[in-house]
């Protein structure tokens, strides 16, 4: 249990030693190797069992640029080395009992000194990565500061595939095109290709055409509801003078492509909607406010709005890391995203969110990838069709790989360890989809959807284990005592099972009363539809079915916000029981859904309010997951109740 204080001790004393930088030099090189060799032998001796013991990476500067502006190397390329499978487990154990209110090592976060300790790549086998970047003609390869990933200049992008080692090692190889007169990157292409996936996503994803369009501040909703914040605030029984305080509290909404939001519009929506919601309270982390109009520009605009009308007063991020056109839609939003969180993950505490907000996301990797493989064995499409298809649709398919997918899910818990609350939306398509079926004008169109339709596609990153997940909430005609989980033909609140991680202990009673419980009802799928054994979700949800907007220039009353309303609302609420904490002298609540399950388990109704109203939110198929009494994965638990949120949450004492 002080493995990593240890660590951080011997590695001090290492790092005096010697700094890990590899250069082009065969000499440096082999000295490199030989004293990174002897430090890992040092450190394992002096820590039997230890799972972290490395020391931090100097950065080596960049190649000098030649009298043309330009270099040698058209590419910077990245490459994440794996995580060794010791230090995977301690993490994993780690990030479960610090959120445990039960466990000595509740609420313990790490620094990030620590999370470097537990995060980095062996030096032998970052060594193996340094020499294959060398040999595939690249220059001098820097190891990055969390020593889990490695830096080179190359004149293309290395194939780690063709390489088995390489392939066993390596997580991901991004490579990001030098421009020849500033020496900045552009984002050309993703890497680890697979059997099944093209090898160039960024060079592919066009985003033509906007699939659901939920957003747009001129789509009204089916039936008009008029959920400004003072009647959301209530309907939470939150004060409406509630308001954050604390300086060291700080919240964050993220995406890329043209994301952000125009200060000037948020303003009027302040002064028309929220006027105790101060644009002072709002700031950028990046030179990227945003490009308007955008699909994404739209997503910025609706979480900023919603964090800071719920988290007042708390210091609000809105961040940009990556504006490539090819991050607006498809897989370059998924490495855009794996680069956001690994450097988000290594920001100093005072720069680091306690609570960061997600309204991004897709089906998962393995859902897109049954998606084509069904469709390539049935009918005459092959799976490259599937793909390129996919990859036009909005937000559908974001994820490249089942390794990059992890590599996300692993950054969610080393967030978790340092204390911050990641959350999810649960999507906007029912159990079935991103958002809704697929366009019925084009035949592959029609046939994916009747596959689709056949099964239960789970979302990334809401399925994930270490992400809260928010379902939405409609008033059934403006009555916000008749809540009901939002389900219209076209869209519908998202939920369901992960297909990729097991559900935790916690979760596994209240999951098998539900299946008791709705077994036989109309509608419910059969078994093969689904992996009812894994990570069940959303966990809770909020309203999002008619909130005001102001957008491209003019401000909507009532626009069909979705869950990208729902989770930056309950990103703000989660910010506000934070305050309470920190002013209390508590550390922030950091990955929280053990304990909100807990709470909501043995105190129901006091912290969640149950939305159990029938509800159909199939989307345009047969089947979906009824509603129930209690968590159902429509609505999760319910909607945050103030009183009971800061009985349970905003102290320790229950």
């Known amino acids: 249990q002080t493995s990593v204080a240890a660590a951080v001790q011997i590695s001090s004393a290492a790092r005096s030693l010697n700094t890990y930088l590899v250069s082009d030099s065969p000499q440096r090189s082999e000295r490199v190797d030989t004293m990174a060799m002897l430090r890992w032998g040092v450190l394992s001796a002096a820590l039997v069992g230890s799972t972290v013991c490395h020391a931090v990476v100097d950065s080596l500067p960049r190649p000098p640029l030649d009298n043309s502006g330009s270099t040698t190397t058209p590419y910077l390329v990245s490459v994440g080395v794996r995580i060794p499978q010791s230090q995977a487990d301690e993490i994993e154990r780690l990030v479960w009992a610090v959120s445990d209110v039960d466990h000595p090592q509740y609420g313990k976060f790490l620094t990030r000194e620590e999370i470097r300790h537990l995060r980095a790549a062996s030096p032998r086998e970052l060594n193996e990565v340094v020499q294959w970047l060398r040999a595939s003609g690249c220059t001098p390869a820097t190891v990055v500061p969390a020593l889990d990933a490695v830096e080179a200049q190359c004149p293309s992008k290395p194939m780690a595939a063709a390489n088995s080692r390489m392939d066993e090692l390596v997580d991901y190889v991004y490579a990001r095109r030098i421009s020849s007169q500033t020496q900045s990157t552009q984002n050309q292409d993703d890497a680890i290709p697979t059997p099944t996936l093209n090898e160039d996503p960024l060079a592919t994803s066009t985003g033509t055409n906007r699939h659901g369009g939920e957003l747009e501040a001129s789509h009204p909703c089916a039936v008009p509801n008029n ?24 919240q964050m909404v993220w995406g890329c492509g043209t994301f952000g939001v125009n200060l000037k519009e948020l303003e009027m929506y302040d002064k028309k909607y929220c006027p105790e919601c101060p644009v002072a309270d709002v700031h950028f982390d990046t030179a990227h406010h945003g490009q308007e109009p955008g699909d994404n520009f739209d997503e910025g605009t609706l979480d900023t709005t919603y964090i800071t009308s719920f988290g007042m007063g708390v210091r609000t991020i809105v961040s940009n890391t990556n504006t490539s056109a090819a991050t607006e839609e498809g897989e370059g939003q998924g490495v855009a995203t794996v680069y956001f969180m690994e450097e988000l993950v290594d920001r100093p505490t005072g720069e680091l969110p306690l609570v960061l907000s997600l309204s991004l996301g897709s089906l998962t990797f393995g859902a897109c990838d049954q998606l084509c493989q069904t469709l390539a064995s049935t009918t005459t499409h092959t799976y490259a069709e599937c793909h390129a298809y996919l990859q036009q649709q909005r937000q559908i398919c974001l994820y490249a790989s089942s390794r990059q997918q992890d590599r996300i899910n692993t950054a969610f818990k080393l967030l978790g360890l340092r204390g911050t609350t990641v959350l999810g939306a649960s999507g906007d398509g029912g159990p ?29 990153p809401a399925s994930s284990p270490y992400i809260l997940a928010v379902g939405g909430i409609s008033w059934v005609n403006d009555n916000p005592a008749d809540p009901v989980a939002w389900n219209q033909h076209e869209g519908s609140t998202g939920g369901g099972f992960s297909d990729v991680w097991a559900m935790p202990p916690f979760q596994k009673t209240t999951v098998a009363g539900y299946f008791s419980k709705v077994n036989g ?5 059969p078994t093969h539809q689904y992996n009812g054994s894994n990570r069940a979700y959303p966990d809770v949800a909020a309203f999002m079915d008619g909130v005001p907007l102001c957008v491209d ?14 989770t930056p609302t309950v990103a703000g609420i989660i910010s506000l029981l934070n305050d309470v904490r920190l002013n209390s002298g508590l550390p922030p609540l950091g990955f929280v859904v053990p304990r909100i399950w807990h709470v909501a388990q043995t105190f129901p109704g006091e912290a969640f309010v149950d939305v159990n109203s029938p509800a159909n939110t199939s989307t345009g198929c047969e089947t979906f997951f009824p509603t129930a009494q209690g968590w159902d994965p429509q609505t999760g638990w319910g909607y945050p109740h103030w009183p009971g949120l800061v009985k349970h949450l905003g102290s320790d004492a229950s």
């Open 227 to 250: 959920g400004t914040p003072a009647r959301q605030r209530a309907f939470y029984t939150l004060p409406q003078t509630q308001r954050g305080s604390n300086s060291s509290n700080l």
């Open 432 to 460: 079935h989809w991103s958002f809704g079926p697929f366009p019925a004008s084009t035949e592959i169109g029609r046939a994916l959807t009747a596959i689709g339709c056949h099964r239960m596609s789970p979302l990334f």
């Open 521 to 525: 009802q109309p509608g419910v799928p």
């Open 553 to 566: 220039g003019r401000c909507t009353d009532s626009i069909c916000g979705g869950t990208s309303a729902s």
